[in-house]
């Protein structure tokens, strides 16, 4: 089974300033998907961003932003001009080609500091 | 459209009773799968269903704990003789089908309490 390993259980950013969060991933295959869901205190999962394996390009959506490194198997997140509305557990998780259920890392508290 | 929706919101059970956890999965989504969040924790795989195949129950942590999914819209997940180990959210999602980079789209969750 994939291990999907996040560090820095907690960080915190001041607004409009930028915070990194770390995801490395343990796997053999060469074809797979990756994602950054965010869950707020309502506890409803909501995709920020996914990355296919095979793209060498690093997925941008809008303040939110990946470096995907596939030979190191690293998959940070990087979020932008950070808004009160980021404060959020943010999980990592990925997905082999040809299977179906999401292997997640424990998640990191993103704290944001008015 | 509606999102996937799950009930009930809450839910505190005495050890040893059995308890039914539901998910109305998005109209049209043919796959559906539940996941285990204990706290502090990731989430934890536990049965994935896709249209009319036989599920994926490989995640499924003991025999106490089973699922169906009905007419492949409604899915339940039952869990008999509940431990206090057992306390979690219960998360459930669905997606167009269980292939490559599709979205799964969660619903709020149960949270399960077992006194």
């Known amino acids: 089974a994939q291990t999907v390993t996040q560090s820095q259980p907690e960080m915190s950013v001041q607004e409009a300033e930028t915070v990194t969060l770390s995801c490395t991933y343990d796997t053999s295959e060469s074809d797979y998907y990756l994602f950054w869901y965010k869950q707020p205190p309502s506890r409803q999962m909501i995709l920020v961003i996914r990355q296919e394996a095979y793209k060498q390009q690093n997925a941008t959506e809008n303040r939110f932003s990946v470096n995907f490194q596939k030979a190191a198997k690293s998959f940070s997140l990087k979020i932008s001009d950070s808004q009160l509305g980021d404060a959020a557990m943010y999980f990592c998780a990925y997905r082999s080609e040809g299977n179906n259920r999401l292997a997640f890392g424990k998640g990191n508290q993103v704290v944001v500091i008015p | 459209g509606a999102g996937v929706s799950q009930s009930p919101s809450n839910k505190v059970t005495e050890k040893g009773k059995d308890v039914e956890l539901r998910c109305d999965p998005i109209?049209?989504?043919?796959?559906l799968y539940w996941y285990r969040q204990s706290l502090g924790q990731g989430l934890e795989f536990l049965i994935y269903?896709?249209?009319?195949?036989?599920?994926?129950k490989s995640g499924l942590p003991s025999d106490r704990f089973s699922a169906e999914r009905t007419g492949g819209s409604v899915s339940t997940l039952t869990i008999q003789r509940t431990q206090q180990e057992d306390s979690a959210v219960y998360l459930c999602a669905s997606s167009l089908d269980g292939q490559g980079a599709l979205e799964q789209y969660f619903g709020p969750g149960t949270r399960l309490t077992v006194t």
């Open positions: 269903f896709q249209g009319n195949s036989a599920p994926d």
């Open positions: 109209s049209g989504h043919t796959a």
